[in-house]
């Protein structure tokens, strides 16, 4: 009898390219294939494909851990060595620090001079004798390399430390290069900054404050000044013009019938002039110039003013007079020394003028007591910054701040200067930098400074006049494009301008349906704001004028719904095209804008989204640049740590645990039985890795048994041979790395966990796998 032959059945490929992020809340049948169903510590790349994050690694200022370096050390032992001794070379005098100790070779760190073929020797007693000479970070294999550089970061780690204080982080940035911590201190009575160094955090010296008004000149930091007559002193550090007087106000006119002699006079003058105790003042006879009499102000109301007059020259009685500021007010700003270094007592009596030397500069602006203040800051707040330059100077970027605790701020690295404004409760929320000019908000209002001074909240030209009030709690600011201020309230937006007609500030609503929550603002190019209803972006309408917005989160709404209440912190990750959203327990949301080209060659955007979770809280974090330029991202935990995010192959030395699991791909036959055969993984490594792949069949259907899982050991760093640099790769790397996964099992769909969990993996990236199946049957 005649066997009929077995049907000849293609093995069939598809390549799936991974792209597109999470997707909770499309219909299982829609998703594509290189999206993700869970996702967790993996990023988009904004060119596609997803990679393992990056570590972070704690900082005070020192070296690196993760930047640091061993040598692989190939020796004989005649006595034991154990890990954290030192050897030192029998004939160099070099030594190294044991990091790991193998039968043929030692792992050191810290090295001093240079080893050569010799014997070494620990507490003077010899141990063995090297056999080849030393090599930087030149372990063999890639296992061995990674884990000795993993070694390497967990000592120098040790190495730094927490910032002082107590409680958590309140904020920290990098200003000239130089990170600058805010905590509470250790009593938990007051704030202190701490700036990194090259030994760890060193605090910063908060200095005193001396106001003044009817100043007329420009003191130099470093001046000595006194007090006329209690002889009291201080250095200056700053000297803080608040309010530059216009001489202006100083001209009146009087027809106040007066006899020219020595001691008080009463004039009456025009309403509206800006005479204060204490300015020198020279009044002129209209009609006979030649007779003219000077003194100081005694008080100024309405249209009285009263003049000690000290000196005259000339005589006689005069009904029509000419007021003139005397020729020593060449200007007259109010405003406040920073000192140090404080000897005597400092009074508030206008007639013990301050001086330089025996110089009359101004007078104290205190009413009673002693008006030397030491500067000091209330525990508690969240901190924000802006950095920018009111001057012309290329160097006079400074920092500002707010915390809604204090007085917002300006700082140089070294002096720590309130600023003070007009409103009651003086504790802004948000802060930022526009047109020149100093942004303040106030729960529902914002106002600004003077054009070019960051500290006169007084002048009224589109200054502390132009305050505006939103009826809404303001969350947010960002400047933008054409000198524009986004406001960010709770439930509205709004956009803050000049108008062309006044010159005057304008406020005008964006949207009375979109808002952000506290740290939901992020400017990435465009906007973007988490609210309730999600992450939205916000983007000027070339078309109809105006903003325009949408919601980019819907394929996450689960996620959206469950961090909304525990958002603490956000960052812009710039070379990445990321903003990351911090929770309070250590987990957190990326996005990631991604971009492409369409068929007719158009340029596109979306917004892939995966998930990150921490062994720390964070409760802070800051994006900028460090002193070369590059990004950097800063973050602070609850027990007072900074870090350096995007560093490390680890989280401070804890093992990076992440995983994908992608979405069920039916090779678009939903109803057909496939046995699947083989997954070929494409991807790259930085160095070493080790990954676990598994397949699961039918939507995880239990009936079908559990596969066994694949393990891949990967070794990266793949160069060509006439492009990369010597002893930067190993030879037997790949460019790209394709794993292949033999797998037998069948099922309408099949779907991808992805699984890593190393401290010493610098990072894989995943683009796409080719999956080899055979159509079998349709599902009955």
């Known amino acids: 009898m005649r066997m009929n032959a077995l049907p000849n059945v293609k ?26 169903i ?23 200022g020192r070296p690196s851990p993760s930047a640091q370096s061993y040598y692989y050390c190939p020796c004989t032992f005649s006595a034991a060595v154990t890990v954290g001794q030192t050897i030192t070379g029998a004939t160099s005098a070099a030594t190294g620090k044991v990091l790991q100790v193998e039968s043929t070779y030692l792992i050191i760190d810290r090295v001093t001079g240079t080893f050569v073929l010799e014997n070494f020797k620990v507490g003077g007693v010899v141990k063995g004798a090297l056999t080849i000479l030393p090599s930087k970070d030149g372990h063999p294999t890639g296992i061995g390399h990674a884990t000795a550089l993993g070694l390497v970061a967990d000592d120098y780690r040790a190495d730094i430390t927490v910032v002082t204080g107590s409680g958590v982080l309140r904020g920290v940035c990098m200003y000239k290069g130089i990170a600058y911590a805010f905590r509470d201190n250790a009593a938990g009575t007051a704030v202190d900054i701490w700036k990194s160094t090259s030994t760890g955090w060193q605090q910063i010296t908060l200095f005193k404050s001396l106001p003044f008004k009817s100043c007329t000149v420009d003191v130099l930091d470093g001046v000595v000044i006194n007090q006329k007559n209690s002889g009291a002193t201080a250095t200056v550090k700053r000297q803080v013009i608040e309010t530059s007087q216009n001489l202006d106000d100083l001209e009146a006119t009087s027809d106040t019938t007066t006899v020219m002699a020595l ?33 100081t102000v005694t008080s100024y109301s309405t249209n009285q003013i009263v003049i000690n007059i000290t000196n005259k020259v000339g005589s006689g009685t005069y009904a029509l007079w000419r007021l003139h500021s005397d020729p020593i007010n060449i200007r007259s700003d109010t405003g406040r020394f920073i000192v140090t270094s404080v000897t005597g007592t400092w009074t508030s009596n206008v007639a013990d003028t301050i001086r330089v030397g025996i110089i009359d500069i101004a007078v104290v602006d205190n009413p009673s007591g002693n008006p030397v203040t030491q500067i000091s800051i209330l525990q508690g707040g969240n901190y924000q910054f802006v950095q920018h330059n009111f001057l012309a100077n290329s160097d006079s970027k400074k920092l500002y701040g707010c915390d809604a605790l204090n007085r917002a701020f300006e700082f140089d690295g070294d002096v720590y200067i309130p600023i003070r404004t007009q409103v009651t409760i003086d504790a802004p929320t948000t802060i930022a930098a526009v047109n020149g000019q100093l942004a303040l908000s106030y729960f529902g209002a914002v106002v600004f400074s003077a054009v070019g001074n960051p500290h006169d909240f007084r002048t009224t030209s589109l200054g502390f006049a132009d305050i505006h009030e939103f009826g809404d709690t303001i969350t947010g600011m960002s400047p933008i494009v054409g000198g524009v201020l986004a406001v960010a309230c709770r439930d509205s937006f709004w956009q803050v301008s000049v108008d062309a007609q006044t010159g005057n500030y304008k406020a005008e609503l964006i949207s ?15 906007l973007y704001s988490f609210d309730d209803k999600g992450i939205i972006r916000i983007v000027p309408s070339y078309v109809f004028g105006g903003f325009e917005h949408d919601t980019i989160s819907r394929a996450i709404q689960p996620v959206i719904d469950r961090f909304r209440e525990k958002i603490v912190a956000t960052a812009v990750y710039k070379s990445k095209n990321q903003v990351r959203f911090y929770a309070n327990d250590g987990t957190g949301i990326i996005m ?47 027990d007072g740590y900074v870090y350096v995010a995007n560093t490390g192959s680890s989280f401070d030395g804890e093992p990076i645990q992440a995983y994908i699991r992608t979405a069920f791909n039916n090779v678009k036959s939903p109803s057909a039985i496939k046995r699947f055969r083989k997954i070929e993984v494409e991807l790259s490594t930085v160095g070493y890795s ?48 394709q794993p292949e996964i033999r797998i037998q099992g069948s099922g309408t769909n099949i779907g991808l966990v992805v699984f890593s969990n190393s401290a010493i993996d610098l990072g894989h990236n995943l683009s796409g796998i080719v999956l080899h199946y055979t159509p079998r049957k349709l599902n009955r």
Request: charged share 15%; with cysteine.
């Open 592 to 638: 990631t804008m991604t971009s492409g080209v369409t068929q007719t060659g158009a340029a596109t955007t979306g917004h892939d989204f995966s998930q990150f979770t921490y062994p720390i809280n964070i409760s802070y974090a800051w994006s900028g640049e460090d002193a070369s330029g590059r990004d950097i991202v800063l973050l602070g935990d609850e």
């Open 512 to 526: 009375p349906d979109i808002g952000a929550i506290h740290y939901g603002l992020m400017n990435l190019g465009a």
């Open 38 to 60: 869970s996702i967790n510590n993996y990023e988009c790349n904004a060119l596609g494909g997803y990679r393992r994050i990056d570590g972070y690694e704690r900082f005070d």
């Open 11 to 36: 093995t069939m490929t598809q390549y799936s390219r991974f792209a597109g992020g999470l997707d909770l809340v499309s219909p299982p049948l829609t998703i594509d294939a290189g999206k993700c």
């Open 690 to 737: 080790y990954i676990r792949f598994n397949p699961d069949f039918s939507y995880a259907d239990p009936s079908i048994a559990t596969h066994l899982l694949k393990y891949e050991e990967l070794q990266g760093a793949g160069g060509y041979w006439d492009e990369a640099i010597w002893n930067e790769f190993y030879y037997d790397g790949k460019i790209v790395s």
């Open 263 to 295: 001691g008080s006079h009463t004039f009456t003058i025009q309403t509206g002039k800006a005479y204060v105790a204490g300015q020198a003042i020279l009044i002129i006879s209209t009609a006979s110039p030649t007779n003219y009499m000077d003194g």
